[in-house]
């Protein structure tokens, strides 16, 4: 029978933004903001921080700015909230020097994601784990994501990876909540389960979640927070109201252009800017317009 375990650095539970990363008019990194963005975030009661993620454009940084990024986040934060740092990398080897150089700098957890571009099979892709998994002591929360990466890791492969005992959580964000239900019934509370995608919270803390890993967080925490408290105190009328009401936004979590709409988002309420990295570039004519008129309407009948 698995056993469930913990890690006494991390509390893997509640609600962990997946901080973008602020770009300067210049392009680079804006390290001033983001500390104050990753602080105010906290402030508003989430319990954790995930930098380097999907959100936080990792794929764009440099090495020395990958570890700027997270030197920041672990000051900003302190001792109120661990930092955990996402894990992704084309080459085995960058991922594991990458999580020792997470240790390093203060992160107390990683959340690792299968390898970029290649995608191997499931012999493959467990020695990519494995070799993550045994770089550092710290918590890991796995990050399954089958349609951004291409890559799913079932729930019996999951079961797997629970050989190692600093795995302590899943990020689902295949956006099937049958996922939460099937990972419960095969690991019971050996991991913590966290819902990946925005628009299917509710869903997934009814079928057991007790984590989020969230995108609109950025711009509107108070709200996040709350949303999950209501959520996981089984308050399910509550918890309906806000999140009709938050639903259009959190969609925007769940589109190829997530990057660009949310860091709009953040500057629609005055808590950063458009300014993404290239590939990307930020929205523009007619598909901005109808997203600001979006956005604007749903902060118009903003919950009090």
């Known amino acids: 029978m698995l056993v469930a375990r913990h890690n006494a650095a991390m509390n893997w539970q509640g609600v962990f933004p997946?901080?973008?990363t602020p770009?300067?008019?210049?392009?680079?990194v804006?390290?001033?903001?983001?500390?104050?963005h990753a602080a105010w975030m906290i402030d508003a009661g989430c319990t954790g921080l995930v930098a380097l993620g999907s959100l936080g454009e990792a794929g764009t940084l440099t090495r020395e700015e990958k570890e700027?990024?997270?030197r920041a986040c672990v000051a900003a934060t302190g001792n109120r909230a661990p930092v955990v740092?996402?894990?992704?990398a084309l080459a085995t080897d960058d991922a594991v020097e990458l999580a020792r150089t997470s240790q390093?700098?203060?992160?107390?957890?990683?959340?690792v994601l299968p390898p970029y571009v290649y995608r191997g099979d499931w012999r493959e892709t467990r020695a990519h784990f494995r070799a993550v998994f045994e770089a550092t002591d710290l918590s890991l929360m796995l990050y399954n994501n089958p349609?951004?990466?291409g890559v799913d890791v079932f729930p019996e492969q999951v079961e797997e990876l629970c050989a190692w005992p600093n795995l302590h959580a899943v990020k689902e964000s295949s956006g099937d909540v049958r996922r939460v239900t099937a990972l419960r019934a095969r690991l019971g509370d050996r991991l913590?389960?966290?819902?990946?995608v925005d628009d299917v919270l509710v869903e997934g803390v009814a079928a057991g979640a007790t984590g989020w890993i969230a995108g609109l967080v950025n711009a509107l925490p108070g709200e996040s927070v709350r949303l999950l408290d209501l959520a996981m105190a089984g308050r399910w009328e509550e918890a309906r109201r806000l999140y009709d009401w938050f639903l259009p936004l959190l969609r925007l979590d769940t589109v190829p252009k997530f990057v660009q709409l949310i860091k709009l988002v953040q500057q629609e309420v005055g808590m950063g800017n458009e300014r993404v990295r290239a590939p990307r570039l930020p929205l523009a004519a007619a598909e901005r317009e109808e997203t600001l008129t979006l956005i604007r309407a749903c902060l118009a009948s903003r919950p009090v």
């Open 30 to 36: 804006d390290l001033e903001f983001l500390a104050r």
């Open 68 to 70: 700027a990024v997270l």
């Open 104 to 111: 390093r700098l203060g992160c107390r957890g990683l959340m």
């Open 147 to 149: 349609i951004a990466y």
């Open 85 to 88: 740092a996402g894990i992704s």
């Open 23 to 28: 770009f300067a008019l210049d392009g680079s």
């Open 192 to 196: 913590a389960l966290f819902v990946g």
């Open 18 to 20: 997946a901080i973008t």
